[in-house]
Structure formats: structure tokens, C-alpha cells
């Protein structure tokens, strides 16, 4: 094996950086661009068929690393929690379905009229305390991500790492653990001695990296820019990771409107040849 080809073992495409490409299109031009993992969106798969989409991959040869994404936890309404509980429930069996451990959770922004981000963050807490037995027992593993603060107010009132473990430490660290998202905390000072704490808990599920391009686009949350087109070091958060004893997979996770107007199998194959270049 080549030393590109083993680096490239480690890689894993996530579905919404070639959100254009159909499931089987996705597993052809991993396997062209000999990448063998992948992490997957819940739409997508239940269109396709949970089931269905797990042989799809196992028979290409293909790990699936994650799915996305579970969580928005934080209404205060009863009847709003509950349908959150249900819809996060159904999520783990969908993970257990196509075959992977690892729920990515996007914990929730404020209810409208909230400012109490504490509150918000206790019920994220409450609702973990229901899930993660759950999904302990279908062997699938809850991974908060935190979210660049721009976000907290409508999508995620986690916003560093720090939050996310104070979060997950409650919990067994094989039912909830967090993800270390490089374009989310990238600017962050106590990184590294936050990716040491979670390593050290074994709580690091998942590790994901997209670059921070400036000026932002008009749409931010579909912001996010190929490896190596931004302020991003990849090299040295993939150092403090592996520090830990982490060796799983490296998950590229782009929302960038110019890649999804492009071939999809050309820009899976770029990401490969990115990921070589700026991350190994």
C-alpha cells in the first residue's frame, strides 16, 4: 500500500459535502477516490431505506462512521420535549439500522423569547439523561458537537468543548460523548487542553474537520470551506487528537454551495488530495 493510499484509511466523506451525489453515486466515487468511510444524513437514508442503505454501503466495501444528526433538545414546551425525545429515539435506531455507533446531536438554539442559556443547557442535560441509556443498550454512542458561537442562539447553545464535555461527563463515556469539530472551535485557546480532557475520558466519537474561509458568505451556515482554503490548522488539532490515543476516523464535513454545483465524484476525489496536502 502506498503511503497516500494508507493516510487515506483514516479519511472518511461526509454525505453533505457532495450532498448532490445519491447514495449509490456516493459509494461508486468513494471507492474510485479509495476512500472506505463515509458519515451519513438521516434524510437521505430514510429515503433511500435504513436497511437498504446499510447493505449498500457494507456491500461497497464502505464504513459508515456517523449519522447525522439527532438532538434540538432545549424546548421548554412538554409536548415540544416530547416530540424531540421521540424524534432522537427513532434517530439511534436509524444509526443502529445503517450500521453505525455514532449519533452526531446539534443540542438546540433558545426557544423563542428565551435568553437563559443556562436553562436551555439543563435541559439538553435532562433529555441526555433519557437518551443515553437508550442508546447505550442499541450500541450506538450520542456525540455532542458544539457550535461556533454565532450559532447559539437558533441552533446550538453548546458552544465550545468545554461545554460539551461538562455535559457529557455525566453520562457513561460509551453512551454520550462529543465531537471535536475543527471549523466550530478552531479559535478557541482551551482546545487543547479540552480535546486532552475528552481524550483522556474516552469521549472524543468523532473528529471532523472544514476549513474557516473570510469574509463569511452571505449564507454562513453554508459557509464552510475546503481544506486549506482558510485560517484552519489542521495539522496541529489533528496532533492534540491523536495525542490522546485517538485513531479513528477523520471525518470531512464541507456545506459549501460551489462544491454541491460541481461533479460530485470530482470533488470527492479533491477532498482526498486536500485531505493528503493540509491534515497528514
Not at 434517530?91 to 436553562?119: I, Q
Not at 443515553?132 to 443498550?137: I, L, M, S, V, W
Not at 454512542?141 to 461527563?169: G, K
Not at 464541507?254 to 486536500?274: H, K, M, Q, S, T
Amino acid at each position: 500500500m502506498s503511503a497516500g493510499l494508507s493516510e487515506l484509511s483514516r479519511l472518511s466523506i461526509n454525505q453533505e459535502t457532495v450532498r448532490q451525489l445519491s447514495l449509490p453515486e456516493l459509494a461508486e466515487s468513494c471507492a474510485a477516490a479509495g476512500v472506505g468511510q463515509v458519515g451519513l444524513w438521516r434524510a437521505p437514508v430514510q429515503e433511500y431505506g435504513i436497511e437498504r442503505a446499510g447493505t449498500l454501503m457494507k456491500d461497497a466495501g464502505l464504513t459508515v462512521t456517523s449519522l447525522c444528526r439527532g438532538g434540538f433538545l432545549t424546548a421548554a414546551d412538554p409536548a415540544e420535549r416530547a416530540r424531540a425525545l421521540d424524534d432522537n429515539r427513532a434517530a439511534v435506531d436509524e444509526a443502529a439500522g445503517v450500521g453505525t455507533d455514532t449519533l452526531v446531536l446539534v443540542s438546540g438554539g433558545l426557544p423563542a423569547g428565551d435568553k437563559d442559556l443556562y436553562g436551555a443547557r439543563e435541559r439538553i442535560a435532562e433529555a441526555l439523561a433519557e437518551l443515553a441509556p437508550y442508546a447505550g443498550e442499541r450500541g450506538v454512542r450520542l456525540a455532542i458537537e458544539p457550535l461556533h458561537p454565532m450559532f447559539a442562539s437558533d441552533r446550538c447553545v453548546v458552544s465550545t468543548l468545554a461545554q460539551a464535555l461538562d455535559l457529557a461527563e455525566r453520562f457513561p463515556a460509551e453512551q454520550v460523548g462529543v465531537v471535536v469539530d475543527a471549523y466550530h472551535i478552531w479559535w478557541d485557546d482551551q482546545v487543547p487542553a479540552q480535546i486532552a480532557r475528552a481524550g483522556a475520558g474516552g469521549r472524543i466519537h468523532s473528529f471532523q474537520l472544514a476549513d474557516w474561509i473570510t469574509p463569511l458568505p452571505a449564507g454562513v451556515l453554508v459557509g464552510r470551506g475546503q481544506l486549506g482554503d482558510g485560517s484552519v490548522d489542521f495539522r496541529s488539532m489533528r496532533r492534540h487528537v491523536e495525542a490522546t490515543g485517538f485513531d479513528g476516523p477523520i471525518e470531512v464535513e464541507i456545506f459549501n454551495e460551489d462544491l454541491w454545483a460541481r461533479d460530485g465524484a470530482e470533488v470527492v476525489a479533491e477532498v482526498a488530495a486536500r485531505y493528503l496536502e493540509h491534515a497528514c
